[in-house]
């Protein structure tokens, strides 16, 4: 498995960007399909987005699609997503996770999660 850790997160207006970052151990990094999760408060937890192991395939969930870029750096082990046009309803704990397999989307598929970052959206 892979140790993830994200940081980025924080308070921003409506309109507004933010840049997560994962920055993940171990020396199979590139070998990993990434995933960006979130959980908002009373909410289940969703996709946002995913990348395959060489960011040649990216998808994401209707809602931030247009918004939201998924990345990646296999040289430094790190992940991104940048987030544009920021909403009130993007508020949510944001989660990195690794996965074996791109096309298999659900949160079941990723063995490895990081401890979550806040993104608050104020209106």
């Known amino acids: 498995q892979v140790q993830l850790v994200e940081s980025g997160g924080g308070l921003v207006q409506a309109g507004g960007s933010l840049r997560l970052s994962c920055a993940a151990s171990?020396?199979?990094?590139?070998?990993?399909?990434m995933a960006w999760f979130r959980r908002a408060p009373g909410k289940e937890r969703e996709f946002v987005a995913r990348?395959?192991?060489?960011?040649?395939?990216?998808s994401y969930a209707d809602s931030v699609k247009g918004r939201f870029t998924i990345s990646r750096d296999n040289a430094k082990n790190v992940v991104f997503l940048q987030m544009n046009s920021l909403k009130p309803e993007d508020t949510a704990v944001y989660y990195c996770?690794?996965?074996?397999?791109?096309?298999?989307?659900?949160?079941?598929?990723?063995?490895?999660w990081g401890q979550g970052t806040q993104v608050t959206v104020s209106s």
């Open positions: 990348i395959s192991w060489n960011g040649g395939a990216t």
């Open positions: 171990g020396r199979t990094f590139s070998s990993y399909t």
């Open positions: 996770a690794a996965g074996q397999r791109y096309y298999c989307s659900g949160a079941g598929c990723y063995a490895s």
